[in-house]
């Protein structure tokens, strides 16, 4: 069974830049697995943010950026403002349709 | 402005069944895969099932394969889950979620309906 892993939680000073990532059992994150990030706050419906690894949508603040590190998906806050505290989950595809989630990060401005 | 609007979810006892509905407007509906994508209590998104935009493919997690059928009615501009062999652990908040191209993504997320399995 795929496991797609994210850090548990996070802390990071308002202004401040953090970097979440996503790592897949599987082996090597590439573009290939399309990499997908989402912004969820409690009681509401989870918000797209980057989509194709580092592609933005309309809606998405130029602070936030999506990258390729170190054999991971990452999704990079610089100048982190107190709205970002949230859960960020990250989507990897395996093919055929198969998509598979992270477990989430939350990430605290503090 | 997309919108995506869920309905049918509510309490439902083990063994039984349910249809879920997401109603589309604001793009070009049979254009587009959609997606139903899950939230147990307190627990993170899980991927459930995905149609292509004609509806002629589908697909089905392992965790919902053989009591899950996903359908679409591009006349109605209307997304289906029709859910079947109900158990507690399908007990979840099921939000819609629009396509990007295939497969690069997802976009606009419905606010979901609630789908309690309890006796």
């Known amino acids: 069974q795929t496991v797609v892993t994210q850090e548990p939680s996070l802390t990071v000073s308002p202004g401040g830049t953090v970097t979440l990532t996503c790592a897949s059992s599987t082996g090597a994150v590439t573009s290939a697995y399309y990499p997908n990030w989402f912004q969820q706050k409690p009681g509401q419906a989870p918000r797209a943010l980057i989509y194709s690894t580092s592609s933005k949508h309309s809606w998405t603040p130029a602070r936030f950026s999506g990258s390729l590190l170190g054999g991971k998906a990452a999704l990079t806050l610089s100048g982190v403002q107190p709205e970002d505290e949230a859960e960020y989950y990250c989507l990897l595809y395996y093919g055929g349709a198969n998509w598979v989630f992270g477990g989430g990060t939350k990430l605290t401005v503090l | 402005e997309v919108h995506l609007l869920e309905s049918g979810g509510g309490l439902v006892q083990p063994g039984g069944s349910l249809r879920l509905s997401c109603a589309a407007s604001g793009f070009t509906f049979n254009s587009y895969a959609m997606n139903w994508v899950r939230q147990a209590p307190g627990k993170g998104l899980e991927w459930v099932s995905a149609?292509?935009?004609?509806?002629?493919?589908?697909y089905l997690a392992d965790s919902v394969k053989g009591r899950f059928t996903i359908s679409r009615d591009n006349s109605k501009n209307t997304l289906y889950m029709q859910m079947n062999s109900l158990r507690a652990e399908d007990t979840a908040v099921y939000f819609c979620?629009?396509?990007?191209?295939?497969?690069?993504?997802?976009?606009?997320w419905g606010r979901g309906t609630l789908v309690t399995v309890s006796s």
């Open positions: 149609i292509s935009g004609s509806g002629v493919s589908t």
């Open positions: 979620a629009k396509g990007l191209a295939w497969p690069t993504g997802f976009d606009y």
